[in-house]
């Protein structure tokens, strides 16, 4: 039987007793998994543990600034915050294709994580969220076909030129206990509560070649569709929802002009296992009232679309 004042303990010690005195280090994605293993091994090892937090400039609105808070700030945690964002898109210059992109990304990742981890001269072990199913997807399961179709670069896959040990706490853990012990340890229900998302963060979600100011518009129209999603008691129904920016001007007419502008089209799904899913039947009031929202409020937007294809033949996210 699971009991988790007792699984804290045990965790607690089972950690302390594997790293001893040695320094761990932990990439924090602002995902729950890692979230947790770093709550957990946080309390095991206090400041021995220190969190490298890149910003990649392609994540959600106040991503960055709620990590922080609840890291850095609320439980104590050592954080070195790198904001990463220039070189990114620097990197995402004239690159069209959603593979180079994700590998673009990934390796960034990798090279600046790197770079800061060798800082940390006293760290001996790298600490990841793995949790029970990345185990058995890794050992290959039946996921591994969709690997290939498309490349998962999660904040996982590090190099082995780090020389560093593993540390994985999660490791016997199913998706919604990581939940319950981030809930134990004190982690916010809304960062325990969220939709997953993909490594490659906006910059999958954004098709074709990435550019700021396209990732600013897509922040802003998916804020809006999260926050009407929890206000109509949606945003728990769906498995993950989230917006797409289309680079693809239409024509609109705003009082007496004419608007020539980008597409925003929403996605929101339900599914048990990300392998396949449905489009949730969200009512159309709710769309309305998104739509409404993102085409008043967001220049640069006048035309907004709900995806209501199935997966398979379509995939959650559009790249
Ligand atoms: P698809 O689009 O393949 O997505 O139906 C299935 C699940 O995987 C997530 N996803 C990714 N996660 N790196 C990640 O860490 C990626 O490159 C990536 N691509 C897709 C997607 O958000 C969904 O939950």
């Not at 990742?109 to 072990?125: L, M, P, R, Y």
């Not at 206990?177 to 981030?182: A, H, S, T």
């Amino acid at each position: 039987d699971w009991n988790m004042p007792d699984y804290v303990e045990e965790a607690i010690g089972r950690i302390r007793a594997t790293v001893g005195h040695d320094g761990v280090i932990l990439g924090l994605s602002g995902g729950v998994d890692s979230s947790v293993a770093a709550a957990l091994i946080h309390k095991a090892v206090g400041d021995q543990l220190t969190c490298v937090f890149v910003d990649n400039g392609l994540l959600r609105a106040n991503e960055a600034r709620q990590v922080m808070d609840t890291f850095a700030n609320h439980l104590e945690v050592k954080v070195i915050h790198v904001d990463a964002s220039r070189i990114f898109f620097e990197r995402l210059k004239g690159v069209n294709d959603p593979e180079e992109k994700r590998r673009i990304i990934g390796r960034e990742f990798v090279e600046i994580f790197q770079g800061e981890a060798e800082k940390i001269i006293d760290a001996q072990w790298l600490a990841q969220g793995t949790i029970y199913p990345d185990v058995i997807e890794s050992a290959g399961g039946k996921t591994k076909k969709a690997n290939t179709i498309k490349s998962h670069h999660n904040v996982g896959g590090l190099p082995e030129t780090l020389h560093l040990k593993l540390l994985e706490p999660l490791r016997e853990l199913f998706k919604d206990e990581v939940r319950e012990l981030g809930l134990a340890l004190g982690l916010p229900r809304d960062m325990i509560n969220r939709h997953p998302f993909p490594g490659p963060g906006l910059g999958v979600r954004i098709l074709g070649e990435v550019k700021y100011e396209y990732a600013e518009l897509l922040r802003h129209a998916d804020q809006i569709f999260i926050e009407e999603l929890h206000r109509a008691g949606w945003y728990q129904k769906t498995s993950q929802a989230f917006a797409v920016f289309v680079p693809v001007k239409s024509v609109g007419v705003m009082g007496d002009g004419r608007t020539y502008e980008y597409v925003i089209a929403l996605r929101a799904v339900q599914t048990q296992d990300f392998m396949t899913a449905n489009w949730a039947e969200l009512p159309y009031s709710l769309l309305g009232k998104v739509s409404n929202r993102i085409i008043n409020e967001i220049r640069g937007i006048n035309r907004v679309v709900y995806d209501i294809s199935g997966k398979p033949p379509a995939t959650i996210e559009w790249e």
